[in-house]
């Protein structure tokens, strides 16, 4: 079985410019969720999606991200503008369902940003 | 507020020497503690899923206990391919994940 697939694997890029990440989960997953890891940190959950529909997000700064999940399967997550702080690890993870009785979630191998 | 912490922050071992991780927390309404394991590189891998206080779950090396505050990974005999960052995640009833900061193990061969 094919696990969680993330691009790229590694980005560069200048303050206050565009970024996007894109994430495939794992087949017939309902449940997909965004994680920012900062270095030395826990993963912090940043947005879930239920199909194509937000269940979560009330720690994603909505001023500068967004993320969408077309037709419940692949996911993108955009950050515009990018801030120094920004610099960590994306994490994109899926799950059965998601609302079910403690669901496993499975982790892709991220995305590294450094914002420079 | 669910919080999460883990100890030691880093913990350095000897092959063959065992020991012991732990993850405190203070949730409302548990309703599972997950141990995963990270790779430099990589995303985390998951271990195991405990639901209820007494409850044990074993793999190779690894063995996580879990009561009403704490969870313990023990790790018996480990070796070098062991060495990686440990994360305990609980999900509280109606909430999301929330992980602690984990635990760097290094084990020296």
């Known amino acids: 079985e094919a696990g969680v697939a993330q691009s790229p694997r590694y980005k560069i890029i200048e303050k206050r410019q565009s ?9 017939g997953h309902a449940t997909l969720y965004w994680y920012q890891q900062i270095l030395g940190q826990g993963p912090k959950l940043l947005i879930q999606f239920q199909n194509n529909g937000v269940v979560d997000d009330s720690q994603l700064p909505k001023d500068r991200f967004s993320a969408e999940r077309l037709k419940g399967v692949d996911s ?26 403690q669901e496993t979630q499975y982790f892709g191998p991220g995305t590294r940003l450094l914002v420079l | 507020e669910d919080q999460v912490t883990q100890s030691p922050e880093a913990l350095r071992l000897q092959e063959g020497e065992s020991s012991s991780l732990n993850c405190s927390y203070t949730v409302s309404g548990l309703r599972g503690l997950f ?13 195991f899923t ?41 999900q509280a009833r109606g909430q999301n994940f929330v992980f602690g900061p984990g635990t760097r193990l290094s084990v020296l061969p």
């Open chain 2, 35 to 47: 141990w995963y394991r990270q790779d430099p590189g990589k995303g985390p891998e998951f271990l």
């Open chain 1, 19 to 27: 970024v996007a990440f894109w994430c495939n989960p794992i087949s």
């Open chain 2, 50 to 90: 405990l639901y209820s206080a007494g409850e044990e779950k074993e793999k190779e090396r690894l063995k996580a206990t879990l009561t009403k505050k704490e969870s313990f990974l023990h790790i018996t005999a480990p070796k070098p391919e062991d060495s990686a960052t440990y994360l305990c995640a609980v």
């Open chain 1, 76 to 101: 993108t997550l955009k950050i515009q503008p990018a801030k120094l702080e920004d610099s960590a690890v994306y994490l994109c993870a899926s799950s059965l369902e998601g609302w079910g009785w």
